[in-house]
Nanobody, 128 residues
């Protein structure tokens, strides 16, 4: 069964940076999968942050993170990254990665119900 593991979260001051990683379990090739990043702030619904598709390497971002976050993939390492710069307190939350049911991609805006194989999440806290 496909499994995803997130890491890289932590406490950072406003304006700082973090790089999140999403590793796909061995036995599965990342080449065939799109990966979505979501986040969930306390008391709020989980929201889509970014997506990288499988075939054409298209990338998509929520308006709230455009210009600050960059999604990328290293298929050789079976890893997708989310580079987060110029972090703001409103970026605080638990960040999750997941695979769309289609495998190859998903429509924007991302919907939680269209994804599966959720990781356990990694906490990002932006605070001074």
């Amino acid at each position: 069964q496909l499994q995803l593991v997130e890491s890289g979260g932590g406490l950072v001051q406003p304006g700082g940076s973090l790089r999140l990683s999403c590793v796909v379990s061995s036995g599965f090739s990342l080449d065939y999968y799109a990966i979505g990043w979501f986040r969930q702030a306390p008391g709020k619904e989980r929201e889509g942050v970014s997506l990288i598709s499988s075939s054409d390497l298209g990338t998509y971002y929520a308006d709230s993170v455009k210009g600050r976050f960059t999604i990328s993939r290293d298929n050789a390492k079976n890893t997708v990254y989310l580079q987060m710069n110029s972090l703001k307190p409103e970026d605080t939350g638990v960040y999750y990665c997941a695979v769309p049911h289609t495998g190859w991609g998903a429509f924007w805006p991302l919907r939680v119900e269209d994804f599966e194989s959720w990781g356990q999440g990694t906490q990002v806290t932006v605070s001074s």
